[in-house]
């Protein structure tokens, strides 16, 4: 077996058993933005596509010759009424999704009618763990043994 394939097989192992998790930016809107919407539904169909998890950003950018607020309503009630309540964002605040608000979020835009116009959205915020099955073991159990798997696995195909 040759030198590549060799470091392809740890590598592999390596990716079986660590699993990295990355944060992701989302752009609310997707490539529409945080704009007045095309239908009353365009943001919550575009929130139904896409799954959050804690440390990903919410990123609320209007086009350039819009400005849009937002704030998180408390309670669907709220959502629903479009009641701005609460601490009102400039689009130029990234929002980070907290481990310390994980389940459903309410966004609504704060500007005039604009939410009973379709600006608003929610999300269900879940947890990093949810994608780690029930039965993993911690990686600081298989750190020494994928590092002695890596080592045999080395010492045998370069031997």
Not at 11 to 25: P, S
Not at 116 to 122: L, R
Request: charged fraction near 20%; hydrophobic fraction near 45%.
């Amino acid at each position: 077996m040759s030198r590549t394939m060799a470091s392809l097989t740890c590598l592999f192992l390596f990716g079986t058993f660590f699993h990295v998790v990355v944060a992701i930016d989302h752009e609310v809107g997707g490539d529409f933005g945080w704009n007045l919407p095309p239908t009353l539904t365009f943001f919550s169909k575009w929130a139904r596509n896409n799954t959050f998890f804690v440390g990903d950003r919410l990123r609320f950018t209007p086009r350039a010759n819009e400005t849009h607020t937002y704030a998180e309503a408390k309670s669907e009630k709220e959502f629903d009424e479009c009641v701005e309540q609460g601490i009102v964002f400039d689009p130029s605040i990234i929002l980070t999704l907290q481990n310390n608000r994980l389940g459903r979020r309410y966004f609504i835009c704060t500007d005039g009618n604009h939410c009973n116009m379709g600006m608003k959205f929610t999300i269900d915020v879940l947890p990093i763990s949810v994608t780690t099955p029930n039965t993993a073991v911690k990686i600081d159990a298989l750190l020494p043994i994928l590092l002695f798997i890596i080592f045999m696995a080395n010492l045998f195909f370069f031997v």
